[in-house]
């Protein structure tokens, strides 16, 4: 996957999602969920705990199925489609929990990544990885098990940015972390765009999100109730209040 | 002289130990899937291999890669069928597992008992001994213990340096991170299964040529692999190896002074004796048989 | 199927709704009746049937009554015992001796015989029942064979030769005592099913870890279930042999009647109250005209039935009737209605520091989790602690209740030092905790999670009352008879509140009790917590992400960081601590 978009790319949106319905079990999470991610930006995804973002970003992922609704990814229907093939397909998950291998490396870590990066493009993306993360530079051969909260997360993200995709899915980065470790995430996601890396983001706070996204959607209750540009929406107290209480 | 004999057949025996746990620590201790048939694999691959050397008059090693392939195959087929379906987390999950494993033991165990019998049978090929510098050593025992170290060796080697051995690692300790980097999670958890009971029937055809085998060992062999992976401590390879070596010893020197009978009681005061005093088993990195999670 | 879908069948069935009508009272009616017809019909079996039909009815009833016992350990208790035959084993054996050389009777024998069962079940357990269940498996497997081996070489129980008793022909007295023995048996499983005791067994089986949170005294629950499912094995193993009037080592450690009891056991449905009877019963009359045929096969179709019915139906016939509304548990202790109780508030007394930690060091291997932490928590404060993850929080937690042993340092409960008291008195005597992800009883009602936390030391009656309360605190008392599992992440959250108050505790630890909880979820919580002490709680911590939400219920805030303890003191001047900004928040707050 080349780290220009395709001419045909660029026609479509990176994820375009269709009236999904999705849960588990008895209960349904996302109630006829729409939205869309323009190529080469960042949308973040807002809601309150239990609003279902974390489901929806499964649901995309594959770990949840669909069972009603499409999803597109750069026009290719990937609705359905079990999880490793939709990693395959382009969709690097970083999950709330992180997901880690403890007794593995941060360098095996890379390496596992790197298994759906094309063998020429992956020594430039290690190196762009250790660029954004110089902290894990030099922790290659510890065991993730005992890495801190933020360097987990860090390795999370390259563990997703090794696999050369096309759309991140990032799943409340900030969630358990320290305040300061968030503000150092944030502030690589600029870069990430500027790599041809589309993000949905799904977040809780409002003002985090602000600086680097170009379109937010709000969920509550697993219905999508106001989409805008996250300035637009902060300036508009009333919905500040409602929705977010922050 | 003596105890230097003891010593050798007791290390040479703990190579064979080796590859007898090291299925059911990939199984077991990485996959978390308990695997009470484990011994009963061991059983009729050995018994086969018996009845292909007797009957075909052939040298019975030939059979090991053939028995590995079909296992192999079998193996994932049977992991699709039986297990895949409770492949859930948590306490639920492994009880149900313990059952159907329970009954593919016995499944297995009466197959084994109408195909070749209740008679306790071994090879006498390999029976020949050679004198090194005034010690005896079984040929057979010596040519069991090496392939059984290397087996086990290999195993090693490909999980921990391969990407396909790391992947089968990655997505013992975590599915959803190794569903993230594209790893085919099910297929994951089909090979491991396989590899360990292909391994477990190299055991057996190992097994064979060094001591008796009927359809009733199955369980006690199954015991026995149990109790090498707990002593090394879970998911342990090193401490496997050393838990092997150790039990290969003592079960050495007590047969030699005590007669068989204690021999076969060997196992279990060891698992006793570590229980209490080192829980977390011999090796480094391994996670004592009563912690809650794996 | 994704990965979230992919549940398993749940084996153990809680009661599926709460059934009270008048069709459900019919239908237990017509169990009872039809039991005691049962019953009745294999007394009198002897009066009029041949010599074969005798035997073959005393196999049937000597089946019931060891299924039945390996219920108790493995389908109540959750810890499956692979080698129950272990029993029967030394049942036959004792009895033999017993027979052969004292003057004592052979029914006296038996007896003496299961109480030695008993005896040694109860030694056995106390070191076997600390390993965790797949070990436990195994070593009932490796027992069994053990046995075998030392009864072929011990001279003087016959070695490999075995023992001819008496050939006393008294096929009517062993069979009436054979149904004495499973109806012995079938009691106990209706004591589980409908006592505290089996209760404290379900949540041993569905967690244990949660349960010793709770204050049941898991190990004397596991060990006790043992030494009684020892006992009807061990009468029937003596039966045999005298019936038989021989007894030798491959016949008293039989495998084959490890596989039966399990095959039955399962088929009917393990961990209920009529899984192993019906299962015993169909099968045993199944497998008599099925043998006849293939008597090559029986393992191995036995051992396809585990299978079938583990991967198709696990909760067995029972699990099966119960979806049309038969053969359903019921709650245990649960009373008609809910009773409404009023508690009048009662502050907490005055008196010194409920928690004092004091230079509280805990190590893992090589990583120090905690680093010579002290901090005193005094009675009427409300504790947060606040750090980034791998802090040490959760640790400390652990430590202070007894689920981890510290390396260094002590920890004292209202002035009292807890290390030599165990984790599950320490619930008992009043700390009570939450966990990170809600662990609750899924095979439970929302009642009974809490009754089991209400129970400890307390009469029925007063723990009925503490559970109805407790429920009614949290605001769960309209859900009271719901499946624990199926409650949104709020409700279980407060169920897990609402269990800690049962415990009447004077120390409440809160773990991230916030997290993952929407607005009104939080508020709901929040209330929850301002109304502890007025109950008694003396002192509240809890550790927290979500500063928000806790921030105005604080009275003081400890910060740690790498396991250190790096500030102290009220949430305003600690949120502006320049330490804390620096190492945690990262900017004002």
Redesign the interface.
């Known amino acids: 996957m080349s780290a220009e978009p395709l001419a045909q790319e660029a026609q479509h949106p990176a994820l375009a999602v269709a009236d999904v319905v999705a849960g588990f079990g008895p209960l349904t999470i996302l109630h006829g969920v729409s939205l869309d991610v323009a190529s080469g930006s960042v949308t973040v995804l807002l809601g309150a705990n239990g609003a279902g973002k974390t489901t929806l970003l499964r649901t995309v992922a594959g770990l949840i199925a669909p069972r009603a609704g499409e999803i597109r990814l750069f026009g290719e229907a990937i609705g359905g489609r079990a999880a490793h093939l939709v990693a395959r397909a382009g969709v690097g998950h970083v999950p709330s929990g992180r997901e880690l291998f403890p007794r593995l490396s941060v360098a095996d870590h890379l390496e596992l990544g790197a298994r759906l990066a094309q063998p020429a493009r992956r020594p430039e993306l290690r190196e762009r990885v250790l660029g954004l993360f110089p902290e894990i530079a030099t922790r290659l051969r510890q065991a993730a098990g005992t890495l801190s909260g933020g360097e987990q997360m860090m390795v999370a993200i390259a563990r997703a940015l090794m696999t050369d995709p096309r759309l991140l899915l990032l799943d409340e980065p900030s969630a358990g972390l320290a305040p300061k470790v968030v503000l150092s995430i944030f502030r690589m996601l600029p870069r990430l765009l500027s790599q041809g890396v589309s993000v949905l983001l799904a977040e809780q706070s409002l003002r985090s999100a602000l600086s680097v996204a170009s379109r937010a959607y709000i969920l509550r209750d697993g219905r999508i109730v106001l989409s805008g540009t996250p300035a637009a929406l902060a300036a508009d107290a009333a919905v500040v209040k409602a929705y977010l209480g922050a | 002289m003596l105890l230097l004999q003891l010593l050798v057949n007791g290390i040479l025996l703990g190579g064979m130990y080796l590859l007898l746990a090291q299925g059911l620590n990939l199984v077991f201790g990485v996959m978390g899937v308990v695997n009470l048939a484990h011994g009963a694999i061991v059983t009729l691959a050995g018994l086969f291999t018996f009845w292909f050397a007797t009957t075909l008059h052939e040298n019975p090693l030939i059979v090991l890669p053939v028995v590995l392939v079909l296992v192999l195959i079998v193996g994932a087929f049977v992991q699709r069928l039986l297990l895949e379906p409770l492949a859930g987390a948590g306490r639920k999950a492994e009880l149900l597992s313990l059952m159907v494993t329970f009954g593919l033991s016995y499944v297995l165990v009466e197959g084994a008992l109408n195909l070749f019998g209740s008679q306790y049978v071994s090879l006498p090929d390999l029976q020949t001994t050679w004198r090194i510098g005034g010690l005896a050593v079984n040929e057979a025992l010596v040519a069991s213990g090496l392939l059984g170290a290397a087996l086990s060796g290999a195993l090693q080697l490909w999980l921990n340096r391969t990407a396909s051995g790391k992947a089968l690692l990655a997505t013992s300790q975590n599915q959803i991170g190794a569903l993230s980097c594209g790893i085919d999670v099910r297929r994951m958890r089909a090979v491991a299964f396989a590899i360990g009971a292909a391994l477990a029937a190299a055991a057996g055809v190992l097994l064979i040529l060094v001591i008796p085998l009927a359809a009733p060992t199955a369980d006690t062999l199954t015991i026995l692999a149990f109790v090498i992976v707990a002593l090394g401590g879970l998911g342990d390879y090193q401490g496997a190896a050393l838990a092997a070596l150790l039990l290969g010893v003592v079960q050495s020197f007590v047969g030699y002074y005590l007669g068989g009978d204690a021999e076969y009681v060997v196992p279990y005061l060891l698992l006793i004796v570590f229980m209490i005093l080192r829980p977390q088993g011999l090796g480094k990195s391994g996670r004592p048989v009563w912690s809650e999670r794996r | 199927?994704?990965?979230?879908?992919?549940?398993?069948e749940?084996?153990?069935q809680p009661p599926l709704a709460a059934d009270r009508s008048s069709a459900a009272r019919k239908r237990r009616a017509l169990t009872a009746g039809a039991t005691a017809i049962v019953i009745a019909a294999a007394a009198t079996v002897p009066l009029f049937s041949s010599a074969y039909l005798l035997q073959l009815a005393t196999d049937i009833v000597a089946s019931i009554a060891l299924a039945y016992s390996w219920n108790l350990i493995s389908g109540f208790t959750?810890y499956?015992s692979?080698g129950q035959v272990a029993f029967f084993g030394i049942g036959a054996y004792a009895t033999a001796a017993l027979v052969l050389r004292t003057p004592i009777p052979w029914y006296f024998a038996v007896i003496a015989a299961a109480v030695l069962s008993g005896a040694i079940a109860l030694a056995l357990g106390t070191?076997m029942l600390?390993?965790?269940?797949?070990?436990f498996?195994?070593?009932m497997?490796?027992l069994a064979?053990?046995l075998g081996?030392v009864a072929?070489?011990l001279t003087f129980l016959g070695g490999a030769v075995g023992l001819t008793l008496p050939a006393e022909l008294t096929p009517v007295p062993v069979y009436l005592a054979m149904i004495g023995a499973a109806l012995f048996a079938f009691a106990l499983n209706a004591f589980f099913a409908h006592s505290r005791w089996g209760l404290a067994a379900m949540g041993v089986?569905?967690?244990?870890?949660a349960a010793v949170a709770l204050g049941v005294p898991t190990v004397r629950v596991k060990v006790a279930s043992f030494a009684l499912s020892a006992l009807a094995p061990a009468v029937v193993g003596g039966l045999v042999a005298w019936n038989r009037s021989f007894l030798d080592p491959p016949s008293a450690f039989d495998?084959t009647l490890d596989?039966q009891v399990?095959?039955f056991t399962?088929f009917g449905g393990i961990g209920t109250l009529w899984g192993p009877g019906l299962g015993a019963l169909v099968l045993m009359l199944v497998g008599e005209q099925l043998w006849a045929f293939l008597p090559?096969?029986?393992?191995?179709l036995?051992?396809?039935?585990?299978?079938a019915v583990?991967?198709a139906f696990?909760g067995g016939c029972v699990g099966v009737l119960n979806r049309f509304g038969w053969l359903r548990r019921r709650p245990i202790l649960a009373p008609a209605v809910l009773p409404r109780i009023d508690r009048p508030p009662s502050e907490a007394r005055e008196g010194g520091a409920v928690l004092e930690v004091r230079d509280l060091t805990v190590r893992f291997g090589g990583?120090v989790a905690l680093d010579r932490v002290s901090l005193k928590v005094e009675r009427g404060e409300t504790v947060s602690i606040i750090g980034?993850?791998?802090a040490g929080k959760t640790t400390l937690f652990n430590a202070i209740t007894g689920f981890v042993a510290p390396s260094e340092g002590s920890v004292l409960f209202e002035g009292m030092a807890v290390a030599p008291i165990p984790a599950f008195e320490r619930a008992r005597r009043g700390i009570g905790r939450t966990f990170q992800i809600p662990r609750l009883m899924e095979s439970m009602t929302v009642w009974e999670n809490v009754l089991l936390a209400a129970s400890n030391g307390r009469r029925a009656d007063r723990a009925v009352e503490q559970a109805a309360w407790a429920l009614e605190m949290a605001g769960l008392a309209a859900l009271w008879l719901e499946t624990a599992e199926?409650l949104t992440?709020?409700r279980q959250r407060r169920l897990e509140l609402a269990r800690v108050l049962a415990l009447d505790p004077k120390l409440v630890l809160l773990d991230e009790v916030m997290?993952?909880?929407?607005?009104e979820?939080q508020d709901e919580i929040r209330a929850v917590l301002r109304r502890l002490k007025h109950f008694g709680v003396a002192a509240v911590a809890g550790v927290e992400?979500v500063i928000?939400a806790i921030a105005d219920l604080s009275d003081r805030m400890i910060v740690l960081d790498?396991g250190r303890k790096i500030a102290e003191g009220t949430p305003e001047t600690v949120l502006r601590d320049p330490q804390v900004i620096?190492?945690?928040?990262?900017?004002l707050?």
């Open positions: 199927m994704s990965l979230e879908e992919r549940r398993i749940t084996v153990f959750g499956l692979f070191v600390r390993l965790r269940g797949i070990m498996a195994l070593g497997l490796g064979r053990i081996v072929q070489n089986r569905d967690d244990e870890g495998p596989l399990v095959v399962l090559e096969l029986q393992l191995a036995y051992g396809i039935l585990v299978i583990v991967l696990p990583v980034a993850n791998g199926k992440p709020g997290a993952g909880m929407t607005r979820e992400h928000s790498q620096q190492s945690y928040l990262g900017e707050q």
